[in-house]
């Protein structure tokens, strides 16, 4: 019984910035990874960054050196800052947490349901 809060879609301009956030509550021992995902209109859904336990990243080609991913392990948090945005981005962005343990349960996946990111030119 895991739940996810996402936050911090919305619209922006070209060259400005936003900053998500998800949140997982519930009986959480550990989660191995915390990750972002994004589905663009017709397009598959695509991971945009993750971040493992022990704070090892990795990026898609395409937000190199724009976005960065980040946790709170503390709080079962996970941030991704978006900047210098650009119309491309315009997706729905997914939560992902892999590896959850939980008082029943280890290993599970959960997925938010989703926030929009829509970035004008």
């Known amino acids: 019984q895991v739940q996810l809060v996402e936050s911090g879609g919305g619209l922006v301009q070209a060259g400005g910035s936003l900053r998500l956030s998800c949140a997982a509550s519930g009986s959480i021992f550990s989660i191995r990874a915390m990750g972002w995902y994004r589905q663009a209109p017709g397009k598959q859904r695509e991971l945009v960054a993750v971040?493992?336990?022990?704070?090892?990243?990795n990026y898609a080609d395409s937000v190199k050196g724009r976005f960065t991913i980040s946790r709170d392990n503390a709080k079962n948090t996970v941030y991704l800052q978006m900047n210098s945005l650009k119309p491309e981005d315009t997706a729905v962005y997914y939560c992902?947490?892999?590896?959850?343990?939980?008082?029943?349960?280890?290993?599970?996946?959960?997925w938010g349901k989703g926030t929009l990111v829509t970035v004008s030119s």
């Open positions: 992902n947490l892999d590896g959850v343990a939980t008082i029943r349960n280890y290993g599970m996946d959960y």
């Open positions: 971040i493992t336990s022990g704070g090892s990243t």
